[in-house]
């Protein structure tokens, strides 16, 4: 998934919702020493992650994609992905409409709870003032995330056309979300109230 699904998936806290953004940009680095709101929101989007990357409809949605995008087809899934949770965003947050949802997450990403790694620091300004987040409910807005996608790969790349793969397999792509995303939101309450029920049986003793 990509920043959008993240972002959803936090919930309220506001450390958890920089420590899920900050997940992208924190491969391989040791982040034991960040504030343990932070810290959750970072295993909460390595495990958003892995259970994605796991799952069969993701794989389906992989194999759709032909041989010249295969190489890159999980990160073209994860923003395609993106585009159908922009699109339907009334069927999972019905309390909140995507708009108010986007303006909220900027206001918090403009001032921060924490310092944010350097990365990050420097991508937050163009994340805002490009709109990012809104970016993803037209197909013309996918087009260009993929584009600056392709900016960051050091490798030719076939990202700056992976728009043409939503266009053709966009049906098919769009039923693979429905069935998968309602499997991970099931999957990320139940990551929650494992980490809470500890603290909850302290409390009941």
Partial sequence: MNFLAHLALSGDDTEVIL??????????????????GIHKGIQLHRRIDSYTDAHPVFGRS?????PPYR????????????HFLARDWH????????????????RLLSNPPAEPPPRL???????????????????AGVDLTLKRISGRVSRANPLPDGASQLAAHYNGLAMDFAEFYPDLIRHVAEVSASETAPLQEDLAS
């Fill in 19 to 36: 420590g899920n953004l900050m997940g992208d940009f924190l491969k391989g680095v040791d982040t034991s020493g960040y504030p343990s």
């Fill in 62 to 66: 992989r194999r759709r994609l032909p």
């Fill in 71 to 82: 190489r890159y087809a999980g990160v073209l899934v994860d923003v395609f992905y993106d």
């Fill in 91 to 106: 069927r999972y947050s019905p309390h909140e409409d995507l708009a108010s949802f986007i303006s909220r997450t900027y």
């Fill in 121 to 139: 620091q420097r991508a937050l300004p163009r994340m805002i003032r490009e709109d990012w987040l809104g970016s993803y409910v037209t197909e």
